[in-house]
């Protein structure tokens, strides 16, 4: 490419990131500024006054931190469970032989195009009949397991060599033991998208929180950022400095993990 035509390319690549960045950038000064204003002009732009009063207001007017608390457990265990059980159940569909294992997997494939939404109202009841409505129980145990992350963690599974697990296994490895020391430490990459998709998809949640909690000290962070939107008016300084807050964890898990991350997405992109 010639000189010009790399110049053209930055200055593209710059207008496409600053129009990503602009957004986060609003959301911060909006948060950190007593009332929320539009752009008229470019003074409007500038980050001062700034004032940590939004921040303050968020921990004391009510409890913001029970419902930064309740996603962080629930975001944090229902990961867990995901890189746990998925793991397993990939392991089984690449590496062991059943009665009825490509049936069941074609029901797990089936399983992803159904979209969530039409269970809420069998969840819903199966939630009640459990006694387990407005409990921690039913913002957990239904997405311990997902079908997405099995058919991930199988498809890559199935992509490393099975010399390593055909030596354990001749030195007398059991299978759990196979699985946690030898095939969990290859499976990093993927294991890390998975968790940085199943803590993202919980942290964000909104829906299946509402629906399945009703009292205040159950509400996660998305259900309580609905309560500063009003009928007639929206607390805007207050919104996203909440926003603010709750996008952190994503954020730092990100930058965490972003080596992993990048290379699970272009694992198996090259031939070998």
């Not at 890189?83 to 029901?107: H, P, Q, S």
Request: one cysteine or more; a positive charge; proline letters at 6%.
């Amino acid at each position: 490419m010639s000189k010009p035509g790399r110049i053209i390319l930055f200055v593209v690549l710059l207008l496409v990131l600053a129009g990503m960045l602009f957004p986060l950038y609003w959301m911060l000064k909006t948060s950190l500024s007593e009332k929320a204003g539009f752009i008229i002009s470019l003074k409007d732009l500038a980050p001062w006054p700034l004032t940590l009063k939004n921040y303050k207001d968020l921990w004391t007017w009510g409890p913001f931190a029970r419902y930064f608390l309740n996603s962080i457990i629930v975001a944090l265990l229902v990961t867990l469970g995901n890189l746990i059980f998925d793991l397993m159940v990939g392991y089984a569909f690449a590496r062991r032989e059943f009665r009825f294992k490509n049936l069941l997997f074609l029901t797990v494939i089936f399983v992803i195009m159904v979209p969530a939404y039409i269970l809420i109202i069998p969840l819903f009841l199966i939630i009640k009949s459990l006694g387990w409505y407005d409990t921690y129980l039913a913002l957990i145990v239904p997405w311990l397991v997902t079908p997405l992350g099995i058919f991930l963690m199988r498809q890559y599974i199935q992509s490393l060599p099975k010399d390593l697990e055909d030596a354990a296994r001749i030195d007398g490895a059991g299978d759990f033991k196979i699985l946690f020391s030898i095939v969990m430490p290859l499976c990093k990459p993927a294991l890390a998208v998975l968790g940085i998709q199943a803590f993202l998809t919980n942290w964000n949640s909104f829906l299946f929180p509402f629906i399945l909690t009703s009292s205040q000290n159950m509400r996660t962070l998305p259900v309580a950022l609905a309560l500063y939107q009003g009928y007639q008016t929206i607390d805007w300084p207050h919104l996203l400095a909440a926003s603010s807050i709750s996008s952190l964890p994503v954020i730092i898990l990100f930058l965490f993990f972003q080596r992993h991350i990048i290379s699970g997405l272009t694992a198996g992109a090259l031939k070998k």
